[in-house]
């Protein structure tokens, strides 16, 4: 890849975008564990943003608390004293326990502590979802507004579609939204897809290793594009026209006696005529027209296209803040259970750890290139549920370890020893570090391949 050929700007706003998500998470997360600490009398010693070894880019210390930014931008901590901790810091647990340290406080209070964080990102993700809904609403793409079915790539097509199809219910179950058939294609690992083609219903079996196909290919969207024909919306002062000329509502059907229907076949078919005078026929009202146009070296005449969604029509849900509560409870809900449904096809086999494990660079790459807050809080939202389950996982070094060991410890009356915790933290910490190291050699290697 030549580092020429990178759209810096567009790196830049993905990485502010990524930058600004990755921040308000990790810092509200934090803040789940540094206010009960608080509540429950413990000293919180540090409190950061991103890893700091060996120095750091800010800090200051306010009370006995040293606020501060680190240099990795892998996470954040609170380093709460009396506790093994990502910190490792050994030297105070050789001490007799003072009252104001996290191993004096009674283990129920520790438990909250230690969830405080996963809760914060659990409710943050609600209430993003639920102000995503309320503010912006549902722009939807209904699947009975596709007069003209969909175009099909090669991925389609080995799983037995055709240009012209229209699929209508997966696994029995009806499909209302066309823009959700994709993902919960890959998400619900569906076997058979309902087809509407020539006026007839058609059942068509998912092959067994296809939701591994799309993983391996990164084929997440674009194997199915409404089809729509060409009309025009506009002209611009730049299109050159050797004779006659397009007109607002023009739906163009040939170019160089080349016949089309939809947009597609068009795009293929004007690249043919880069750098050369075309032969446009258009109707226009009643009548057939042609019109002799300049195509030019980027394979543009010069106007602008009819939206396809004015086209064939979306439908816009408004919802009040009330119907919007529930809605976002179940999108939240929703993208846990997807992300539950990848990890499970990943350590099921279904897919590889080599075609869908990715570091920093691959998260932030899911950021458009351009400032989009709709997508901005979706996908921080998405991020936020994602860091709630992940940290609730019962490994060492992540939330859900210490609570893990802290249940054991209500349960049976026996505390684990300072000894086993140091070395179990140590443990976790080296297959978390090896793991991000893992990934984060895959996004490069996907990145110069």
Known sequence: MSLLAIDWGSVGVKAGQFILSFSILVVLHELGHFLPAKWFGCRVEKFYLFFDPWFSLFKKKKGETEYGLGWIPFGGY???????DESMDKEQLKKPAESWEFRSKPAWQRLIIMIGGVFVNVVLAIVIFVGIT??????????????YGVHVDSLGKSLGLQDGDN??????????????????LVLTEAKTLTVLRNGEKLEIKVPDQFMQKIIKEKKFSGMLIPQYP??????SNT????????????TLIAINNQAFRYYHEFDALKKKATNQVAVLTAIRGKDTVQIKALVNEKGAIGFFQKSPLAILGTEHIQYDLWASIPIGFNRCWET???YVTGLKQLFTGKVNASDSLGSVISIGNTFPGVWDWERFWTLTGIFSIVLAFMNIL?????DGGHALFTLYEMISGRKPGDKFMEYAQMAGMILLMGLMAYALGLDFWRLFK
């Open 78 to 84: 609170v380093k709460i004293a009396g506790m093994i």
């Open 134 to 147: 309320w503010y912006w609403g549902d722009e939807q793409l209904p699947t009975k507004n596709l007069a």
């Open 167 to 184: 699929v209508i219910a997966m696994d029995g179950k009806p499909i209302e939204n066309f823009g959700t058939i994709e993902s919960e």
């Open 230 to 235: 060409v009309i025009v919306d506009s002209v």
């Open 239 to 250: 299109a050159v026209f050797n004779a006659g000329e397009l007109k607002k509502g023009d």
């Open 336 to 338: 846990l259970d997807r």
């Open 394 to 398: 019962p490994i060492p070094a992540l």
